[in-house]
């Protein structure tokens, strides 16, 4: 009777921690995505409603999501357990100073794109430092200006085999921030143009968004994404879902 008694109790036992194994194993194959969004630049006030959009996009897609404004969690590890860093509206000032990855960070950094980790970085993280060659060729430019005002703009999918544009139509016109660039890297997966004469500008299509993949890792870039309205618009948080989803490795 013991036995049958310690017999029926293992299996109670084993019944009732099986479903949280199963979850627990569940939580560690999911996408881990880290979104930072620290600012000693310009502050974007598309930060906010960005965070709270990418957390939905997250939950839609059933990926682990995080926030965080401290640049010290880069020193403290945190790039050891996410798979991709989206870096939203991140900016620096044009000082070393103000710079908010030194030393520790930035080696933690590049240590997470060399082991194949993922970067995705909207709009204004290509205004950031200025004063570290490589985070420029990760991005793969430099913002250099842009001009007054959201003006609507004509913009072209010029490479429509890519998770990040695929859903979108060939040519279509939004409103936003236009960024031009500096050290533009002419390798990179070119995605999409903005065509200068549509906001009354010279230069011809200017690039917009690009993917490539630099020392080991995935990087996604899209200019994109000044207004708060931008993550309101469902085609351009398609954009920013197939461009995370790319630089996680989920999507070719």
Do not use: K
């Amino acid at each position: 009777m013991f036995r049958t008694f310690v017999a029926a109790l293992s299996g109670l036992i084993l019944l009732t921690l099986t479903p949280a194994c199963a979850e627990v194993s569940g939580d560690e194959t999911r996408t881990r995505v880290l979104v930072f969004s620290h600012t000693t630049g310009w502050r974007h006030d598309s930060i906010e409603p960005g965070i709270e959009a990418l957390r939905v996009i997250a939950e839609e897609n059933g990926w682990q999501f995080e926030a965080s404004e401290d640049p010290s969690i880069f020193d403290e590890g945190a790039l050891e357990r996410i798979d991709v860093l989206v870096l939203l509206s991140s900016t620096t000032g044009s000082t070393p100073e103000s710079e908010w990855l030194s030393d520790e960070g930035r080696a933690a950094l590049q240590g997470f794109v060399r082991g194949g980790g993922g970067v995705a970085a909207i709009h204004a993280a290509a205004d950031a430092h200025y004063h570290w060659p490589w985070y420029r060729q990760m991005i793969g430019a430099a913002f250099e200006m842009h001009p007054p005002g959201t003006p609507d703009g004509d913009l072209t999918v010029v490479d429509a085999d890519h998770p990040a544009t695929r859903a979108l139509p060939e040519r279509f016109t939004r409103t936003d921030e236009w960024y031009w660039f500096s050290d533009f890297d002419g390798n990179v997966r070119l995605l999409m143009t903005l065509d200068a004469a549509s906001i009354g500008e010279e230069g011809g299509e200017v690039p917009m968004a690009w993917s490539h993949t630099f020392e080991g890792g995935r990087v996604f870039y899209t200019a994109l994404g000044h207004t708060r309205e931008s993550f309101a618009e469902p085609l351009f948080l398609e954009h920013v879902r197939g461009g995370i989803a790319w630089a996680a490795g989920l999507e070719d």
